[in-house]
């Protein structure tokens, strides 16, 4: 049953005229539990109190379907508009983005161009800024991009996902960048042909990726909500004297807020994933695919009075 769920959310995540629709009616039917809200001046007010309670942060403008260039360079401009927010603000907070929006789909320059722009902006203002990993079948070409981008800024790092096959070899061809990397389970519906389809294997290979990117010496940003990993975690980087400037933890915005905090007031950096903008639709759908127990919150706060 847990299966058949988040397959129907998965499906329901790529479906165009519902996200339209989402866009035209706003963020009803539990969706703010997940997100901040539609404009950026609502996520930085949220950003504040989330800083207030010791949460690091990192703001995405979300979008999906970007399927032209002026969509591409309004979605970067939103970017700008955000770091630009976090250091008028002085907020602890740092940028997430997915290069379909771009422009990932459209053109290799288009997308070269955009995040040049972003990563200049981000850079006058101190932001440090994450290239989101996607599906499957975009990411050796985010690897790619993310390669050139290192060589000529520093504030830029990526996603690795764990239930893919390929991440271990991916970890090993990334370290002679030195890169700062979330590392995550991954989120998208993929054949077994490139990802493992037993929870069982993920989480191992899960593990491995962290020890691995950890004892590499590179900073490594365990993106989970499941307290085996944290623990296992914890435990490393005790057992291998790992200094907890070389790591943190993160999750999503409204998915235990309580753990958040313990995890602050033990000493570690608690990073929140905080989505904001009016494409919300798609994120969303994921976010209830990824834990049935989302849908019962959700269904609580529909009818909550």
Not at 2 to 10: N, T
Not at 83 to 109: F, H, P, V, W, Y
Not at 157 to 162: E, N, Y
Request: charged share 30%; hydrophobic share 40%.
């Amino acid at each position: 049953m847990e299966q058949l769920m988040r397959d129907f959310f998965l499906f329901l995540s790529k479906n165009k005229t519902l996200t339209k629709l989402a866009k035209r009616y706003g963020l009803r039917f539990g969706a703010s539990r997940f997100v901040a809200g539609e404009t950026i001046e609502r996520a930085v007010d949220v950003i504040k109190e989330l800083n207030r309670k010791g949460l690091a942060v990192t703001i995405d403008y979300l979008g999906e379907f970007v399927d032209n260039e002026q969509e591409a360079n309004e979605m970067a401009n939103h970017s700008i508009e955000a770091i630009r927010a976090i250091g008028e603000n002085k907020l602890n907070s740092q940028l997430s983005l997915k290069m379909t929006s771009m422009g990932l789909d459209i053109s290799d320059e288009l997308v070269m161009k955009n995040m040049r722009r972003i990563l200049d902006e981000a850079k006058a203002h101190g932001v440090f800024v994450t290239i989101d990993m996607e599906d499957y079948s975009r990411c050796q070409k985010t690897i790619d991009i993310f390669k050139q981008l290192k060589k000529e800024y520093d504030n830029v790092g990526t996603v690795l996902q764990a239930y893919l096959y390929r991440t271990e070899k991916d970890i090993e061809d990334l370290n002679a960048y030195h890169p700062n990397l979330r590392l995550v389970k991954g989120a998208y519906k993929e054949s077994p042909e490139v990802a493992f389809p037993d929870k069982k294997d993920v989480d191992e290979n899960f593990k491995k990726i962290i020890k691995m990117h950890l004892l590499n010496g590179n900073y490594t940003a365990v993106a989970t909500h499941d307290d085996a990993i944290i623990e296992y975690t914890k435990q490393l980087v005790k057992e291998h004297n790992i200094p907890n400037n070389q790591f943190e933890f993160q999750m999503l915005y409204g998915i235990r807020p309580e753990r958040q905090e313990q995890l602050v007031r033990e000493g570690y950096t608690m990073r929140v994933y905080v989505p904001y903008g009016t494409d919300w639709y798609g994120y969303f759908m994921r976010r209830l695919a990824e834990r049935p127990a989302n849908v019962a919150f959700v269904l609580k706060g529909i009818f909550k009075k």
